[in-house]
C-alpha cells in the first residue's frame, strides 16, 4: 500500500526568500515520486519526478527536491521565490512494477507577498 | 501541439440526472487516467484505460459511475442517477504509454456541480 502526507496545508513566504514544501511517503516497494504544481483555473503541471538514478533531483522553474530513503520524505525547495510561484502543490507517489497508479497528497497552498 | 482537452468545462445538473463528461487525450497517448478532485484535496484516482479497455477501474466509488473509450482516443466519463456528493472537479490525464515514471499530462477539468 502507499500514500503520501503533506505536512502542510498553507505556506506563506515573501518573494525572493527560500522555499521548503514538505512531503513524507508510505510505499511497500520501490517508490516513485513526482511533485505536480496546479495554477488557478489550469491542469496539473510535473514538476518534477524521481527516478531512482539520483537522490537530488531538479526540475522547472528552479525546483528540486531531495529523495530520503532513511526518513521517507521528497521534500521540494527552491532558492528563492518568485510571485508566479503561487500555486497548489502535489506531492505524488507511486509504487513500481505494477500499472502506475499514483496517490496524490492533499496538497500544500503556496502563497508568496511581495 | 495540442494538449489534453475536456468538455465541458463547467456542469450544473440537479440531483438524480445523468452526466456525461469529455476527454480527448493528447493523440497518440494510449494510457489514459479519470481522477477526481473534491475542494481542499488532492486528485483521487477513478478509472486507468490502457487502448480501449479499462486496465484498473479500483478507484469508481459505486456502479453509478462508469467510463468508456471505444476507439482507444476520446473517453467519457458517465454518472448515473447524480448525487450532492458527486460535485467536484473531474481530472483526465493521458500517458504515452503507461509505464511507471511517464509523465501524465493533465487537462484543465470538469467542474460538476449537483444541486
Known amino acids: 500500500a502507499q500514500s503520501v502526507t503533506q505536512l502542510d496545508s498553507h505556506v506563506s513566504v515573501s518573494e525572493g526568500t527560500p522555499v521548503l514544501l514538505r512531503c513524507n511517503y508510505s510505499s511497500s516497494y520501490s517508490p516513485s515520486l513526482f511533485w505536480y504544481v496546479q495554477h488557478p483555473n489550469k491542469g496539473l503541471q510535473l514538476l518534477l519526478k524521481y527516478t531512482s538514478a539520483a537522490t537530488l533531483v531538479k526540475g522547472i522553474n528552479g525546483f528540486e527536491a531531495e529523495f530520503k530513503k532513511s526518513e521517507t520524505s521528497f521534500h521540494l525547495t527552491k532558492p528563492s521565490a518568485h510571485m508566479s510561484d503561487a500555486a497548489e502543490y502535489f506531492c505524488?507517489?507511486?509504487?513500481?512494477?505494477?500499472?502506475?497508479?499514483?496517490?496524490f497528497g492533499r496538497g500544500t497552498s503556496l502563497i508568496v507577498h511581495p | 501541439g495540442a494538449g489534453v482537452s475536456q468538455t465541458p468545462s463547467n456542469k450544473v445538473t440537479e440531483k438524480g440526472k445523468y452526466v456525461e463528461l469529455r476527454c480527448d487525450p493528447i493523440s497518440g497517448h494510449t494510457a489514459l487516467y479519470w481522477y477526481r478532485q473534491s475542494l481542499g484535496q488532492g486528485p483521487e484516482f477513478l478509472i486507468y484505460?490502457?487502448?480501449?479497455?479499462?486496465?484498473?477501474d479500483s478507484g469508481l466509488p459505486n456502479d453509478r459511475f462508469f467510463a468508456v473509450r471505444p476507439e482507444g482516443s476520446v473517453s467519457t466519463l458517465k454518472i448515473q442517477r447524480t448525487e450532492r456528493g458527486d460535485s467536484a472537479v473531474y481530472l483526465c490525464a493521458s500517458s504515452l504509454s503507461g509505464l511507471d515514471l511517464e509523465t501524465q499530462y493533465f487537462g484543465p477539468g470538469t467542474r460538476l456541480l449537483v444541486l
Open positions: 505524488v507517489v507511486s509504487e513500481k512494477g505494477g500499472s502506475y497508479i499514483p496517490t
Open positions: 484505460f490502457q487502448g480501449t479497455g479499462a486496465a484498473d
